[in-house]
């Protein structure tokens, strides 16, 4: 059993698309939309390819639309394409998104699976890293032998006596100074993280040709180009 485990595409399909796995099983740990511009074919594929799929924060923002937030960085670029995707979803895409569960509890080859954005205590905001200690104090009521997360936009596996946590790292933004696509594979119960190249000068002309103002698309450019790692103006 192959199984493709995806979070944080953040409505980027040129480095959804780069990502060529054959696999049995595809788990998305939410965030479509947001930060990138071009959210259909990212939607389209999940809803299509994804056996099991859970809401990120930025999902449910756009679906309930939520006023965007005020800010700099990265809370405007969210903002900013949250303006974006309202006027080019279609109200299918929205349904799709606001219907999205917030966790799942799945068995997936004998092998359960708890599936969560962020954490089991906090499911679509609090970040955690690779913290081991932090994890044990937050899985104590969780039955499972992965606990499949995204949110923080960087991979890690972490072993925990009987039970595995799991992020993928972002497909469309990583922010681990790592450009490539980011996600993993769990192939008979191995855990493999992986990266693959895509086309990002495509990406930033897309940002380009959105009509967002010039700051947020060079923020934007700046993290694909990047890993989310800031690199100063000459």
């Known amino acids: 059993m192959r199984i493709l485990v995806l979070a944080d595409i953040h409505a ?8 060529r796995e ?17 959210p259909i074919p990212c ?22 639309r939520v006023p965007p937030p005020v800010g700099t960085g990265f809370r405007r670029l969210a903002g900013a394409t949250r303006q974006q995707h309202w006027e080019i979803l279609r109200p299918s895409h929205l349904k799709y998104l606001s219907q999205l569960p917030v966790t799942q509890n799945v068995t997936i080859d004998n092998l359960r699976f708890h599936l969560v954005h962020a954490t089991p205590r906090d499911p679509m905001d ?7 200690e932090g994890w044990e104090r937050r899985l104590t009521n969780i039955e499972a032998d ?15 006596g009987n039970r595995q946590v799991l992020n993928p790292g972002s497909v469309g933004q990583p922010r681990d100074g ?46 694909l180009r990047y890993g989310g790692r800031a690199k100063p103006l000459r």
């Open 12 to 19: 980027n399909w040129l480095a959804l698309s780069s990502i």
């Open 22 to 38: 054959t696999f049995d099983e595809c788990l998305f740990l939410g965030d479509l939309v947001e930060y990138g511009v071009d």
């Open 43 to 64: 939607i389209d594929w999940v809803r299509k390819h994804a056996t099991y799929a859970i809401r990120g924060n930025h999902d449910h923002s756009v679906a309930q």
């Open 126 to 132: 609090e970040y955690l890293a690779a913290d081991a």
């Open 146 to 160: 992965f606990i499949c997360v995204g949110h923080t936009h960087i991979p890690f596996h972490l072993t925990l």
């Open 178 to 223: 790592d450009p490539r696509a980011a996600y993993a594979i769990i192939e008979n119960g191995q855990v493999e993280l992986k990266r693959v190249e895509y086309d990002i000068d495509a990406a930033v002309r897309q940002l380009e040709a959105s009509g967002m103002d010039s700051d947020v698309i060079e923020l934007a450019a700046q993290a």
